[in-house]
């Protein structure tokens, strides 16, 4: 069913702009197309054309407590900017403070398994409950932000959510990201202007030097794929998981 529908959407919609898709699939599931936003640049071009276009799409961020304080800037910038109400999901405070008392505030540098279980309370499980009854997923995601992605398609079923992915800007190159948001004046976070290109985290996010790969900032004491569960296979209980 799930492959019926990706196939059917590609179809409606391969001759159609983003701001055409996105009223599409408003039109087709009414109050169920949500997109979540990190603030980073891809999320930006999005919320300006979802904002511009007066699109009724839901948007929501998660907020894991532990965010650069240049996001939260320009968070507050987006919604007076673009009058928009911008939904925000906390992580499970018990789970937190249960996860703190265990094994400290800095328990993810000590292993991936621990990271990936700090990445799973804090941004799995808000993100799925975001999602819950929801049809259509709109995100941020670009083929060459990672290898893991270059195989994604612009609509694609995530088994994990038991929803839709729609990715419109999965071809976009970080410089036609750039230059929509220069041409439209859309806010963007200030640590972009410092070498950091993907924003997550503070403790987990680094600015990268040319000629870095694009996701190089990220857990950058890692060998690992460098992922956290958001966009690849839900870990379990004890967040196993890759993003």
Known sequence: MSATVVKYLL??????SIEET???LTNE??????????????????????????????????????????????????????????????????AVENLLNKKGPNSFYESVENRKECCFIRKV???????????????????????NRNDLTVFEY???FDIIKFNPLLKWTL?????YIDDNNIPQNALHKQGFVSI??????????????????????????????LHSPLAPKGGNSED
């Not at 410089?175 to 230059?179: A, G, I, L, S, Y």
């Not at 600015?207 to 190089?216: P, S, T």
């Open 11 to 16: 179809e409606k919609t391969k001759d159609l």
């Open 200 to 229: 997550g985290c503070a403790p987990c996010t680094r600015a990268i030097a040319e000629g870095e790969d694009i996701r190089a900032g990220r857990w950058s004491w890692e060998s690992s794929h460098k992922e956290c569960g």
């Open 125 to 147: 499980v808000p993100l799925t409950k975001a999602l819950k009854g929801n049809a259509i997923w709109i995100t941020g995601l670009r083929a060459e932000q990672s290898e």
């Open 158 to 160: 995530d088994a994990n």
């Open 29 to 94: 599931y009414k109050d169920k197309v949500v997109f979540s936003t990190s603030f980073g640049q891809e999320d930006q071009v999005i919320t300006a054309i979802i904002a511009k276009n007066k699109i009724p799409v839901s948007i929501f961020t998660l907020d894991t407590g532990r965010l650069f304080q240049e996001t939260y800037d320009v968070f507050h910038r987006t919604i007076k900017k673009y009058k928009l109400e911008i939904k925000t999901y906390f992580p499970d405070a018990s």
């Open 175 to 179: 410089q036609e990201v750039q230059q």
């Open 22 to 24: 996105l009223s599409f």
